[in-house]
């Protein structure tokens, strides 16, 4: 693989039950990046992750989680589901943390929550 | 507080010019980028300023004006592959992006 990929592409769920978005990425890159993006609405950090081991809130943080195992994994959970968390996640990284660096973004997950 | 504006939508011809504004307000400045998102897919990296000045890369040019809080992101001899949303961001205090709306850009044949 090359870049960052993202699991699964799409998915409809019932409010309530627990998901995981799963994102790697084979850059070796430092800081990963969870946001979502809504319809009129600019990408809205939810967590990020300056480096392995480490994580911190964005935004709209409430409702989700993450962890930072390794260099390569970012996974975003929600543990109950809402439909307000309907959206388009997208996973990204960047050499380095700071907003200087430039972002590398996944293909995007496409979660419904009904 | 941080804000990004941005005009919601253009509409520009193929093969001519147009020229997509952004303003901002910020704590501090470090630097502005420019990303490009077709319809369905991730954003892509266009151009990164820190000076002031136009920077040329292509047929996109983006211009920066930190007193003024602008920047424009200048498209040439428009193709119909650039029909797509272009989308402003400048980092926050913590170093975290904060994204402007985006602007969606229809070209016409």
């Known amino acids: 693989i090359a870049g960052i990929t993202q699991a699964p592409t799409s998915q409809i769920l019932a409010a309530g039950r627990r998901m995981t978005l799963r994102c790697t990425q084979d850059?070796?890159?430092?800081?990963m990046y969870w946001y979502r993006q809504d319809l009129g609405l600019g990408l809205r950090l939810i967590h990020y992750?300056?480096?392995?081991?480490?994580?911190g809130k964005g935004e709209v943080p409430d409702g989700y989680s993450v962890s930072r195992a390794n260099t390569d994994d970012f996974p975003l959970t929600l543990a109950s589901a809402v439909p307000s968390q309907t959206s388009v996640y997208f996973c990204?990284?960047?050499?380095?943390?700071?907003?200087?660096?430039?972002?590398?973004f996944g293909p995007g997950t496409r979660l419904t929550v009904l | 507080g941080q804000n990004i504006d941005q005009p919601t939508e253009m509409t520009a011809t193929e093969g001519a010019i147009v020229q997509i504004n952004c303003t901002y307000q910020?704590?501090?400045?470090?630097?502005l980028f420019w990303y490009q998102q077709h319809a369905g897919e991730a954003p892509t990296f266009l151009s990164y300023?820190?000076l002031d000045g136009l920077e040329e890369k292509g047929r996109f040019s983006s211009f920066l004006s930190r007193s003024k809080g602008y920047s424009y992101l200048l498209l040439k001899e428009l193709q119909m592959k650039d029909s797509a949303s272009y989308l402003c961001?400048?980092?926050?205090?913590?170093?975290?992006?904060?994204w402007g709306a985006g602007t969606k850009l229809i070209i016409k044949p």
């Open positions: 990204a990284s960047s050499d380095q943390s700071g907003g200087a660096d430039t972002q590398y």
């Open positions: 850059m070796r890159h430092n800081a």
């Open positions: 992750s300056n480096t392995a081991g480490t994580t």
């Open positions: 910020t704590s501090g400045f470090n630097g």
């Open positions: 300023n820190v």
């Open positions: 961001a400048v980092p926050d205090s913590n170093y975290q992006l904060i």
